[in-house]
């Protein structure tokens, strides 16, 4: 079995995870503290972890019917992250390794989001195109193995999850807006508006600081004019252009490259809309698709666990000198 811990943001995440990819358990804890400052507070987030993470990790092995007797490998997100945050779960994977006399293996968290693919019940195997949007990388990957994939491109600006929080902001939405401007739009007609969707760039790349423009100068004609803002619709019209957006690079992607299977991750493939556009492009062109779980897509330990399993292990004092990274990534 192995116990993979993951710190990288605010999420303090254990899981158990065989070599298989069959998930024994998947502890998430999720700190509920951050919404009142609008963002997540390094500091706050860091000293979380270590209030929570022992406690995360207990449950994660009780959930699993095992104990640290059981556990054959020991995982941990190395970066890009938070570095605070980060170094809460390296510390602790250390100790856990070298008190239990297992190897350690150092995971890259976007390499993460990736492997969240390769999980069973129903792992997707490469070679696939697979679009990571979280809250701070956005990127199109062509997956060409279970350690390896090339970048086909990328967000120029802001992360797509940054933009549905920024809008939700807007919007007077609570923090991290993502789940939030979904509900919203939910009443909102996404036609009621068109937005800027970024179609000319050059290549595979995304920009979303436009977008975000566009609707703060709408909200201020709204603010400034007699009728009531409607806030579904732009939310709707908002959330509308970000999946387009999406999309349409995935449907290029498939175009240039020739590559018939598609996959997603990271937490803005939790969008209900995108994973249904998604789906949609897929069986309009008759290609393979693969949408994992939910909680598979945001932030967990067990994606972690997954790309543990093709990352070489450091052995006895090896991962001693083990450091986190904050930014860069050495999956890209
Ligand atoms: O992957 P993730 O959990 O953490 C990072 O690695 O950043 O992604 C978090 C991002 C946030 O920006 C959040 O608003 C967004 O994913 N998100 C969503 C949804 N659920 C989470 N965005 C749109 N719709 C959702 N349902
Ligand atoms: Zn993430």
């Known amino acids: 079995m192995i116990l993979a811990i993951e710190t990288s943001c605010d999420d303090t995440c254990a899981a158990v995870v065989t070599a298989a990819g069959e998930i024994r358990s998947n502890v998430i804890s999720s700190q509920g503290v951050h919404d009142r400052y609008g963002g997540v507070v390094p500091e706050i987030a860091s000293r979380h972890h270590l209030e929570l993470l022992t406690a995360v990790i207990d449950d994660a092995l009780a959930r699993a019917d095992g104990t640290f ?26 100790a856990l390794a070298a008190a239990l006399g297992l190897p350690l293996a150092p ?22 195109l697979c679009l990571v949007a979280s809250g701070g990388h956005t990127f199109l990957a062509h997956v ?21 929080d920024k809008g939700a902001r807007l919007l007077g939405l609570p923090f991290p807006g993502g789940p939030h401007l979904q509900r919203l739009a939910e009443t909102g007609d996404p036609s009621a508006f068109a937005l800027p969707v970024a179609r000319r760039l050059d290549g595979l790349d995304f920009s979303f600081s436009g977008l975000k423009t ?9 603010e400034a004019g007699a009728t009531e803002t409607p806030l579904a619709d732009l939310a709707a019209s908002y959330q509308h252009a970000i999946v387009e957006a999406l999309a349409n690079r995935i449907e290029q992607a498939i175009e240039r490259t020739g590559v018939e299977r598609v996959a997603i991750g990271g937490g803005v493939a939790a969008n209900g809309p995108l994973r249904a556009r998604v789906e949609a492009l897929a069986a309009s062109r008759g290609v393979a698709v693969h949408i994992p779980p939910r ?4 932030d967990n330990a067990a994606m972690i666990a997954s790309a543990a399993r093709y990352v070489e292990p450091l052995r006895g004092d090896a991962f001693l000198a083990l450091d986190a990274y904050p930014t860069g990534s050495h999956a890209l």
């Open 69 to 94: 007797a059981d556990v054959e490998l020991v995982a941990v997100t190395q970066g890009p992250g938070l570095v605070g945050a980060l170094l809460v779960g390296v510390a602790s994977a250390k």
């Open 107 to 128: 995971v890259d968290h976007l390499q993460g989001h990736v492997a969240a693919n390769f999980l069973g019940p129903e792992p997707f195997e490469p070679p696939f």
């Open 144 to 164: 060409t193995s279970h350690d390896r994939f090339e970048v086909l491109g990328r967000t120029l600006d802001d992360a797509a999850g940054e933009a549905f």
């Open 214 to 222: 566009a609707l703060l100068y709408k909200l201020r004609d709204f």
């Open 295 to 298: 909680e598979l897509c945001t």
